[in-house]
T-cell receptor, first 107, second 114 residues
Framework: KNEVEQSPQNLTAQEGEFITINCSYS?????LHWLQQHPGGGIVSLFM???GKKKHGRLIATINIQEKHSSLHITASHPRDSAVYIC?????????FGAGTILRVKS | EPEVTQTPSHQVTQMGQEVILRCVPI?????FYWYRQILGQKVEFLVS????????KSEIFDDQFSVERPDGSNFTLKIRSTKLEDSAMYFC????????????FGPGTRLTVT
């Protein structure tokens, strides 16, 4: 069983739609990271969470430590949001990665 | 804005050869990491490095792999005798102070072993 599970694996949305990507984990964590991987391969950090909720522009990330679950929301989605979104949890001195969610936003 | 840099962007090598992948982390960061991503698969942790020592390594990081911070700015990953299955994108990352801080990733080095 994977330690970090993401859903859905693939997501296609129309421009303007509200998007939710989910992440569940089974190990004890010190922090949870949401990352964005562009089509060219580069990885950018979006959020680091240890509790509660964070917002940056149209992106919102939440975490429920008791339920071992986190969500990434994108409001008013845009084609430039098309990317792979990766959940990774801090466990010891390493990150354990989910498989990623491939998001495509159509105009 | 400061960024993590990696060289080369693409390295092609023959099986059995040694390769060194280079990274320059952000200057005030104290923790350094190497990750790899085989084409079509998820990102995998290789090793974390702090205070000139490995702080954690994965099962992938066997005796063929080593890391070094030779001069206070570069952070290198050496693969002694490359195998076909080492072909992957290798990412370096750094953070101010460990896993509970934002990680800054380099653009990656694509390693192709033939």
């Amino acid at each position: 069983k994977n330690e970090v599970e993401q859903s859905p694996q693939n997501l296609t949305a129309q421009e303007g739609e509200f998007i939710t990507i989910n992440c569940s984990y089974s190990v004890g964590i010190s922090a949870l990271h949401w990352l964005q991987q562009h089509p060219g391969g580069g990885i950018v950090s979006l959020f680091m969470l240890s509790s509660g909720k964070k917002k940056h522009g149209r992106l919102i990330a939440t975490i429920n430590i008791q339920e071992k679950h986190s969500s990434l929301h994108i409001t008013a989605s845009h084609p430039r949001d098309s990317a792979v979104y990766i959940c990774a949890v801090g466990h010891g001195n390493k990150l354990v990665f989910g498989a990623g969610t491939i998001l495509r936003v159509k105009s | 804005e400061p960024e993590v840099t990696q060289t080369p962007s693409h390295q092609v090598t023959q099986m059995g050869q040694e390769v060194i992948l280079r990274c320059v982390p952000i200057s005030n960061h104290l923790y350094f990491y190497w990750y790899r991503q085989i084409l079509g698969q998820k990102v995998e942790f290789l090793v974390s490095f702090y205070n000139n020592e490995i702080s954690e390594k994965s099962e992938i990081f066997d005796d063929q792999f080593s890391v070094e911070r030779p001069d206070g700015s570069n952070f290198t990953l050496k693969i002694r005798s490359t195998k076909l299955e080492d072909s992957a994108m290798y990412f370096c990352a750094s953070s101010v102070s460990g896993i509970i801080w934002e990680q800054y990733f380099g653009p990656g080095t694509r390693l192709t072993v033939t």
